[in-house]
């Protein structure tokens, strides 16, 4: 029960955010000229592909055994 009720409650939030968020965006009337959108679109790029080269090195480095702890007990 606790369970459902938190996801009902953190559902809500996050619906009650994407709502204020959107109804805050429309409210603007500034427009995002196109130095805007391309400098979005690169972070976002960059974003992702640091992501993903961090989650590489993590895979690589379980699987390579450098995370092993070699010390005795």
């Known amino acids: 029960m606790k369970t459902w009720l938190l996801a009902v409650v953190l559902g809500a939030m996050?619906?009650?955010a994407i709502?204020?968020?959107a109804r805050l965006w429309?409210?603007?009337d500034n427009a995002v000229?196109?130095?805007g959108w391309?400098?979005?679109v690169i972070g976002?790029?960059?974003?992702f592909v640091v992501g993903a080269g961090l989650m590489a090195l993590v895979f690589f480095s379980s699987r390579r055994g450098y995370d092993e702890?070699?010390?005795e007990p």
């Not at 976002?44 to 974003?47: H, N, S, Y």
């Open 14 to 16: 996050l619906i009650g």
């Open 19 to 21: 709502a204020l968020s």
């Open 26 to 28: 429309m409210s603007m």
């Open 33 to 35: 000229g196109g130095h």
């Open 38 to 40: 391309a400098a979005l």
């Open 44 to 47: 976002a790029v960059l974003t």
């Open 69 to 71: 702890d070699d010390r």
